[in-house]
Protein backbone atom coordinates (compact mmCIF):
# COMPACT_ATOMS: atom_id res chain seq x y z
CA UNK A 1 0.00 0.00 0.00
CA UNK A 2 0.92 3.65 -0.70
CA UNK A 3 3.13 4.99 2.42
CA UNK A 4 1.20 8.18 2.80
CA UNK A 5 2.45 11.15 5.86
CA UNK A 6 1.42 9.68 9.41
CA UNK A 7 -0.39 12.75 9.84
CA UNK A 8 -2.98 13.16 7.20
CA UNK A 9 -5.22 12.09 9.55
CA UNK A 10 -5.36 14.97 11.86
CA UNK A 11 -4.24 17.18 9.38
CA UNK A 12 -7.55 16.67 7.10
CA UNK A 13 -9.71 16.98 10.59
CA UNK A 14 -7.59 20.56 10.82
CA UNK A 15 -8.76 21.65 7.48
CA UNK A 16 -12.02 20.48 7.63
CA UNK A 17 -12.96 22.49 10.62
CA UNK A 18 -11.72 26.01 8.68
CA UNK A 19 -13.00 24.22 5.41
CA UNK A 20 -15.87 22.46 5.64
CA UNK A 21 -15.63 18.07 5.19
CA UNK A 22 -16.46 18.36 1.68
CA UNK A 23 -14.25 21.35 0.54
CA UNK A 24 -11.23 19.94 2.95
CA UNK A 25 -11.69 16.75 0.88
CA UNK A 26 -11.64 17.89 -2.27
CA UNK A 27 -8.28 19.58 -1.61
CA UNK A 28 -6.74 16.19 0.15
CA UNK A 29 -8.09 14.36 -3.01
CA UNK A 30 -6.58 15.98 -5.14
CA UNK A 31 -3.00 16.29 -3.35
CA UNK A 32 -2.90 13.03 -2.72
CA UNK A 33 -3.53 11.89 -6.39
CA UNK A 34 -0.84 14.80 -8.00
CA UNK A 35 1.55 13.53 -5.18
CA UNK A 36 0.81 9.60 -5.16
CA UNK A 37 -1.57 8.49 -8.29
CA UNK A 38 -4.47 6.75 -7.81
CA UNK A 39 -2.98 4.33 -5.20
CA UNK A 40 -2.53 7.00 -2.96
CA UNK A 41 -6.70 7.77 -3.23
CA UNK A 42 -7.49 4.37 -2.12
CA UNK A 43 -4.52 4.27 0.27
CA UNK A 44 -6.12 7.31 2.06
CA UNK A 45 -9.76 5.73 1.63
CA UNK A 46 -8.58 2.62 3.21
CA UNK A 47 -6.45 4.61 6.21
CA UNK A 48 -8.69 7.63 6.79
CA UNK A 49 -12.40 6.25 5.25
CA UNK A 50 -13.81 5.06 7.85
CA UNK A 51 -13.17 7.99 10.33
CA UNK A 52 -14.24 10.66 7.39
CA UNK A 53 -16.55 9.61 5.41
CA UNK A 54 -17.38 12.62 3.04
CA UNK A 55 -13.50 12.34 2.59
CA UNK A 56 -14.10 8.82 1.75
CA UNK A 57 -16.92 9.58 -0.61
CA UNK A 58 -15.05 12.70 -2.18
CA UNK A 59 -11.87 9.74 -3.21
CA UNK A 60 -14.86 7.35 -4.09
CA UNK A 61 -16.45 9.60 -6.67
CA UNK A 62 -12.95 10.11 -8.05
CA UNK A 63 -11.95 7.21 -8.28
CA UNK A 64 -14.78 6.32 -10.18
CA UNK A 65 -15.29 9.05 -12.58
CA UNK A 66 -11.60 10.88 -12.74
CA UNK A 67 -13.16 13.74 -11.29
CA UNK A 68 -13.52 15.62 -8.28
CA UNK A 69 -17.66 16.19 -7.36
CA UNK A 70 -18.11 19.60 -8.68
CA UNK A 71 -20.07 22.50 -6.95
CA UNK A 72 -23.07 24.10 -8.57
CA UNK A 73 -24.33 26.99 -6.49
CA UNK A 74 -26.80 27.76 -9.11
CA UNK A 75 -30.04 25.67 -8.18
CA UNK A 76 -29.19 27.31 -4.09
CA UNK A 77 -28.70 30.34 -5.64
CA UNK A 78 -32.11 30.15 -7.50
CA UNK A 79 -33.66 29.34 -4.32
CA UNK A 80 -32.54 32.08 -1.85
CA UNK A 81 -32.81 34.63 -4.58
CA UNK A 82 -36.05 36.30 -2.73
CA UNK A 83 -34.49 35.74 0.89
CA UNK A 84 -34.71 38.86 2.31
CA UNK A 85 -31.36 37.62 4.07
CA UNK A 86 -29.27 34.24 4.59
CA UNK A 87 -28.15 32.81 7.57
CA UNK A 88 -25.52 29.86 7.26
CA UNK A 89 -25.28 26.83 9.41
CA UNK A 90 -22.10 24.57 8.82
CA UNK A 91 -19.43 25.66 6.50
CA UNK A 92 -18.12 25.07 2.98
CA UNK A 93 -15.48 27.22 1.99
CA UNK A 94 -16.21 26.11 -1.89
CA UNK A 95 -19.92 26.19 -1.88
CA UNK A 96 -19.90 29.59 -0.39
CA UNK A 97 -17.16 30.92 -2.44
CA UNK A 98 -19.68 30.52 -5.43
CA UNK A 99 -22.95 31.36 -3.82
CA UNK A 100 -22.01 34.62 -2.01
CA UNK A 101 -20.72 36.53 -5.07
CA UNK A 102 -24.02 34.92 -7.10
CA UNK A 103 -26.40 36.79 -4.00
CA UNK A 104 -25.20 40.69 -4.07
CA UNK A 105 -28.00 42.02 -3.04
CA UNK A 106 -28.80 39.23 0.13
CA UNK A 107 -26.90 39.54 3.57
CA UNK A 108 -25.74 36.64 4.04
CA UNK A 109 -24.49 35.60 8.21
CA UNK A 110 -22.47 32.56 9.19
CA UNK A 111 -23.49 30.95 12.55
CA UNK A 112 -20.61 30.98 14.58
CA UNK A 113 -20.90 27.02 15.97
CA UNK A 114 -18.92 24.39 15.19
CA UNK A 115 -19.06 21.04 16.73
CA UNK A 116 -15.51 19.99 15.17
CA UNK A 117 -13.46 21.91 17.33
CA UNK A 118 -11.48 25.79 17.98
CA UNK A 119 -11.98 27.29 14.17
CA UNK A 120 -9.69 30.77 13.53
CA UNK A 121 -13.38 32.59 12.20
CA UNK A 122 -11.06 35.90 11.93
CA UNK A 123 -9.41 33.69 9.38
CA UNK A 124 -12.43 32.19 7.77
CA UNK A 125 -14.10 35.51 7.68
CA UNK A 126 -11.10 36.95 6.11
CA UNK A 127 -12.04 35.00 2.60
CA UNK A 128 -15.53 37.07 1.91
CA UNK A 129 -14.51 40.57 2.21
CA UNK A 130 -17.36 41.25 4.64
CA UNK A 131 -19.96 39.65 2.28
CA UNK A 132 -20.38 37.12 5.44
CA UNK A 133 -20.90 38.33 8.76
CA UNK A 134 -20.29 36.43 11.71
CA UNK A 135 -23.42 35.71 13.96
CA UNK A 136 -22.94 34.32 17.39
CA UNK A 137 -25.23 31.56 18.40
CA UNK A 138 -26.96 34.07 20.93
CA UNK A 139 -27.75 36.07 17.60
CA UNK A 140 -29.04 33.41 15.96
CA UNK A 141 -33.01 34.92 15.84
CA UNK A 142 -31.99 38.47 15.47
CA UNK A 143 -31.68 36.95 11.38
CA UNK A 144 -35.21 35.43 11.79
CA UNK A 145 -37.68 37.23 9.88
CA UNK A 146 -40.84 36.28 7.25
CA UNK A 147 -38.69 36.59 4.13
CA UNK A 148 -35.23 35.30 5.64
CA UNK A 149 -33.11 31.90 5.37
CA UNK A 150 -31.34 29.48 7.44
CA UNK A 151 -29.01 27.31 4.63
CA UNK A 152 -26.98 24.09 5.75
CA UNK A 153 -24.81 21.71 3.76
CA UNK A 154 -26.02 18.22 3.21
CA UNK A 155 -23.86 15.62 2.63
CA UNK A 156 -25.72 13.19 0.96
CA UNK A 157 -29.08 11.18 1.45
CA UNK A 158 -30.51 7.51 2.77
CA UNK A 159 -34.07 7.24 1.97
CA UNK A 160 -35.76 9.84 4.51
CA UNK A 161 -32.70 10.95 6.19
CA UNK A 162 -30.32 13.68 5.22
CA UNK A 163 -26.81 13.54 6.24
CA UNK A 164 -25.79 17.49 7.81
CA UNK A 165 -23.65 18.58 10.62
CA UNK A 166 -24.72 18.52 13.62
CA UNK A 167 -24.74 22.27 14.00
CA UNK A 168 -27.93 21.85 12.04
CA UNK A 169 -29.49 20.14 14.94
CA UNK A 170 -28.88 22.84 16.94
CA UNK A 171 -30.69 25.61 15.26
CA UNK A 172 -33.53 22.97 14.13
CA UNK A 173 -36.04 23.69 17.22
CA UNK A 174 -39.43 23.72 16.93
CA UNK A 175 -38.79 27.73 18.25
CA UNK A 176 -36.75 28.44 15.21
CA UNK A 177 -38.15 26.64 12.38
CA UNK A 178 -41.13 29.04 12.21
CA UNK A 179 -38.99 31.94 12.32
CA UNK A 180 -37.58 31.53 8.82
CA UNK A 181 -39.17 31.38 5.92
CA UNK A 182 -36.94 28.98 4.20
CA UNK A 183 -35.07 26.28 5.64
CA UNK A 184 -32.96 25.32 2.54
CA UNK A 185 -30.32 22.15 2.50
CA UNK A 186 -28.06 22.39 0.15
CA UNK A 187 -26.42 18.48 -1.30
CA UNK A 188 -23.09 18.39 -2.37
CA UNK A 189 -22.63 14.91 -2.08
CA UNK A 190 -25.70 13.49 -3.34
CA UNK A 191 -25.81 9.71 -3.10
CA UNK A 192 -23.90 10.24 0.16
CA UNK A 193 -20.85 8.51 1.51
CA UNK A 194 -20.52 4.41 1.17
CA UNK A 195 -19.54 4.08 4.41
CA UNK A 196 -21.24 5.20 7.99
CA UNK A 197 -21.32 8.47 8.24
CA UNK A 198 -18.90 8.87 11.50
CA UNK A 199 -19.02 12.70 12.35
CA UNK A 200 -22.07 14.03 10.72
CA UNK A 201 -25.33 13.66 12.32
CA UNK A 202 -28.64 12.91 10.35
CA UNK A 203 -32.30 15.15 9.64
CA UNK A 204 -35.27 14.12 8.46
CA UNK A 205 -35.60 15.45 5.20
CA UNK A 206 -38.78 16.94 5.47
CA UNK A 207 -37.05 18.96 8.28
CA UNK A 208 -36.03 21.05 4.83
CA UNK A 209 -38.30 23.70 3.11
CA UNK A 210 -35.92 22.95 -0.14
CA UNK A 211 -33.34 20.33 -0.47
CA UNK A 212 -31.21 21.10 -3.77
CA UNK B 1 -56.87 27.60 -0.57
CA UNK B 2 -54.06 29.75 0.71
CA UNK B 3 -53.68 31.98 -2.27
CA UNK B 4 -55.95 34.81 -2.03
CA UNK B 5 -55.25 35.87 1.06
CA UNK B 6 -50.96 35.00 0.23
CA UNK B 7 -50.27 35.71 -3.35
CA UNK B 8 -46.72 35.45 -2.87
CA UNK B 9 -45.90 31.35 -3.56
CA UNK B 10 -42.73 31.53 -1.24
CA UNK B 11 -45.04 33.13 1.35
CA UNK B 12 -47.19 30.87 0.61
CA UNK B 13 -45.20 27.74 1.20
CA UNK B 14 -43.77 29.41 4.43
CA UNK B 15 -47.36 29.52 5.78
CA UNK B 16 -48.12 25.89 4.71
CA UNK B 17 -45.13 24.27 6.45
CA UNK B 18 -46.18 26.54 9.32
CA UNK B 19 -49.66 24.51 9.12
CA UNK B 20 -48.81 21.48 7.94
CA UNK B 21 -45.50 19.99 8.98
CA UNK B 22 -45.00 22.08 12.59
CA UNK B 23 -46.67 21.66 15.65
CA UNK B 24 -48.21 18.65 16.47
CA UNK B 25 -49.30 15.92 14.46
CA UNK B 26 -53.06 15.66 16.05
CA UNK B 27 -53.43 19.59 15.21
CA UNK B 28 -52.05 19.22 11.96
CA UNK B 29 -54.59 16.80 11.09
CA UNK B 30 -57.41 18.96 12.81
CA UNK B 31 -56.38 22.24 10.60
CA UNK B 32 -56.64 20.31 7.57
CA UNK B 33 -59.81 18.75 8.41
CA UNK B 34 -61.37 21.99 9.18
CA UNK B 35 -59.76 23.68 6.73
CA UNK B 36 -61.48 21.78 4.36
CA UNK B 37 -64.89 22.21 5.63
CA UNK B 38 -64.66 25.94 5.34
CA UNK B 39 -63.59 25.41 1.68
CA UNK B 40 -66.43 23.47 1.34
CA UNK B 41 -68.98 25.24 2.69
CA UNK B 42 -67.31 28.50 1.15
CA UNK B 43 -67.41 25.90 -2.21
CA UNK B 44 -71.37 25.74 -1.40
CA UNK B 45 -72.52 29.24 -0.43
CA UNK B 46 -73.60 31.96 -2.24
CA UNK B 47 -71.42 33.78 -4.84
CA UNK B 48 -69.20 31.46 -4.94
CA UNK B 49 -65.40 31.74 -6.51
CA UNK B 50 -62.50 32.95 -5.83
CA UNK B 51 -62.21 35.28 -2.19
CA UNK B 52 -61.23 38.68 -2.94
CA UNK B 53 -60.17 39.69 0.70
CA UNK B 54 -59.98 43.25 0.89
CA UNK B 55 -61.15 44.69 4.24
CA UNK B 56 -58.96 45.61 7.20
CA UNK B 57 -56.63 43.29 9.10
CA UNK B 58 -54.42 42.98 11.90
CA UNK B 59 -50.80 41.82 11.72
CA UNK B 60 -49.61 38.03 13.11
CA UNK B 61 -46.37 38.72 14.75
CA UNK B 62 -43.47 36.25 14.69
CA UNK B 63 -43.22 34.70 17.56
CA UNK B 64 -39.93 35.78 18.84
CA UNK B 65 -38.59 37.53 22.32
CA UNK B 66 -39.54 40.65 22.29
CA UNK B 67 -35.34 42.09 22.12
CA UNK B 68 -35.20 40.15 18.83
CA UNK B 69 -38.32 41.67 17.62
CA UNK B 70 -37.06 45.22 18.35
CA UNK B 71 -33.74 43.94 15.91
CA UNK B 72 -35.42 42.60 12.83
CA UNK B 73 -36.41 44.65 10.16
CA UNK B 74 -39.90 45.97 10.59
CA UNK B 75 -41.21 44.40 7.04
CA UNK B 76 -40.68 41.07 8.56
CA UNK B 77 -41.63 40.69 12.21
CA UNK B 78 -45.29 39.38 10.70
CA UNK B 79 -46.48 36.40 9.16
CA UNK B 80 -47.25 37.46 5.28
CA UNK B 81 -50.48 36.80 6.40
CA UNK B 82 -53.15 39.43 8.04
CA UNK B 83 -56.27 38.28 10.16
CA UNK B 84 -59.30 39.80 8.84
CA UNK B 85 -60.93 41.84 11.56
CA UNK B 86 -64.48 42.41 10.01
CA UNK B 87 -66.26 39.40 11.12
CA UNK B 88 -64.77 39.53 14.47
CA UNK B 89 -65.95 43.68 14.59
CA UNK B 90 -69.86 42.98 13.95
CA UNK B 91 -69.55 40.11 15.88
CA UNK B 92 -67.71 41.66 18.75
CA UNK B 93 -68.72 45.69 19.13
CA UNK B 94 -67.47 45.76 22.33
CA UNK B 95 -63.91 46.84 21.79
CA UNK B 96 -62.39 44.74 25.11
CA UNK B 97 -64.27 41.78 24.38
CA UNK B 98 -62.76 42.25 20.56
CA UNK B 99 -59.60 43.20 21.38
CA UNK B 100 -59.56 40.09 24.05
CA UNK B 101 -60.51 37.90 21.06
CA UNK B 102 -57.99 39.00 18.58
CA UNK B 103 -55.59 38.98 21.08
CA UNK B 104 -56.28 35.02 21.99
CA UNK B 105 -56.63 33.98 18.04
CA UNK B 106 -53.10 35.39 16.66
CA UNK B 107 -51.17 34.10 20.50
CA UNK B 108 -50.14 30.53 20.57
CA UNK B 109 -47.41 28.83 19.15
CA UNK B 110 -47.15 30.05 15.23
CA UNK B 111 -48.87 26.89 13.88
CA UNK B 112 -51.75 27.02 16.41
CA UNK B 113 -51.75 31.16 15.87
CA UNK B 114 -51.85 30.87 11.85
CA UNK B 115 -54.35 28.21 11.37
CA UNK B 116 -56.80 30.55 13.75
CA UNK B 117 -55.93 33.50 11.75
CA UNK B 118 -56.95 31.31 7.83
CA UNK B 119 -59.95 29.94 9.90
CA UNK B 120 -60.93 33.49 10.85
CA UNK B 121 -60.17 34.93 7.37
CA UNK B 122 -62.44 31.98 5.78
CA UNK B 123 -65.06 32.68 8.19
CA UNK B 124 -64.94 36.26 7.29
CA UNK B 125 -65.20 35.54 3.53
CA UNK B 126 -68.00 32.64 4.20
CA UNK B 127 -70.00 34.97 6.43
CA UNK B 128 -69.95 38.06 3.75
CA UNK B 129 -71.09 35.50 1.10
CA UNK B 130 -73.97 35.06 3.52
CA UNK B 131 -74.83 38.85 4.04
CA UNK B 132 -73.04 39.68 7.13
CA UNK B 133 -71.16 42.66 6.43
CA UNK B 134 -70.54 44.60 3.29
Known sequence: MTALPPSL????????????????????????????GPDGVRAMREQHGRDYSVLDGVAARYLDTGALPGVDATRAAEALRDASRVLVVGFEADALDLLVPLLPAVPAGLLMQRSLGPVDWDRVLANFDDRLTAVPFDDLQKWAGSRAALLTFVYGTAGSLAHVSSEWLRVMGPDVRPQFRSLLGWDLLPGGPEVYPRWLATADVATFSALV | MLAPWIPDPHDRSFVARCLGDEGPPHHRTST???????????????????????????????RVPPHVREALDPGEREYPIGMPVGALSRRFPDPVARAAAVESLVDGPPHHALANVLMVAMLDELLRRLGDGP
Open chain 2, 32 to 62: FALLSLLQRAMDLAPQAGAPSPSGPTIPVPL
Open chain 1, 9 to 36: GRTFLLAAGELGFFSAARIFVRETSAAY
